[in-house]
């Protein structure tokens, strides 16, 4: 009877050695795989960020090149300006202004005034005007064009290294399917003081960095581009002018204090 017992007890410790070494080989092999798993998505990452960077940096090249052009070619308006004693005719300035700018008749008979919507994934941040009769409102819209929804809800606008403004959605915020694939997480409202303060000093400095607001490290996240500047410039500049606040692009009345 005591053989017995024991080879009971025996068999029974069997049993849950074999259990206990199951349990800790499967716990093994799940542990080893979930490490396995995290450094793969770390490598894919890093390879997906390179990607990002190489195709942000293409397009920075590229919109410097046409910048660069641009740049160019104002000048020589300029002089013929100049000869042509048009150079301070405020029509002619708001010409000059709108020449790459969309404009567009509203149903109540105003005209809107905007630049193309952007197409590569990122954070943006567009002016566009309204005028209507002696009536001029400039409206902002904030985008984040990406893979996947972020619970998007504002950005913020770092234009040195001390002042930085954030700008958060006072409308919802609404999203869409991209037909080239990624959504879109978009607001529209009118721009207050401060919204229009950051866009001064983006347009003094001719750049800056945007960020996607309560978000940590979002891969959208991007230097805001030469010629992304220059056109927030020009609207801001077009809004001084239709608005009375300045008659050229040369006065002080759009400096980023007021």
């Known amino acids: 009877m005591q053989w017995m017992e024991r080879s009971k007890a025996l068999s029974k410790f069997k049993i849950v050695f074999i259990v206990l070494l199951v349990v800790g080989v499967a716990g093994a092999a799940g542990y080893f795989a979930a490490v396995q798993y995290q450094q793969l998505r770390v490598v894919m990452q890093q390879r997906q960020d390179q990607k990002d960077a190489e195709t942000r940096a293409k397009i920075e090249a590229r919109e410097q090149k046409e910048l660069a052009e641009n740049a160019e070619r104002w000048k020589v308006r300029a002089e013929a300006d100049k000869k042509a004693g048009t150079a301070e005719n405020p029509d002619q300035v708001i010409r000059g202004l709108t020449a790459d700018m969309k404009m567009e008749q509203t149903g109540d008979g105003g005209t809107r005034y905007a630049y193309e919507m ?46 930085a403004y954030q700008i958060e959605a006072a409308v919802p915020v609404e999203t869409y399917d991209r037909k080239e694939g990624g959504i879109i997480e978009t607001f529209d409202q009118p721009a207050d003081a401060y ?11 001719l750049g800056g960095k945007i960020f996607m607001a309560g978000v940590n490290g979002s891969n959208d996240d991007r230097g805001i581009a030469g010629r992304e500047a220059m056109e927030i410039k020009d609207m801001v500049d077009l809004y001084d002018i239709l608005s009375g606040r300045k008659k050229s692009i040369d006065d002080g009345g759009g400096s980023p204090d007021q």
Do not use: C, W
């Open 195 to 205: 919204a229009l303060r950051a866009m001064r000093e983006v347009a003094y400095g």
């Open 118 to 163: 952007p197409t590569e994934d990122g954070i943006y941040l567009q002016p566009y005007i309204i005028q209507n009769g002696n009536g001029v409102q400039l409206y902002i819209t904030v985008s984040h064009l990406g893979q996947r929804p972020m619970g998007f809800h504002g950005i913020v606008v770092q234009t040195s290294k001390k002042e």
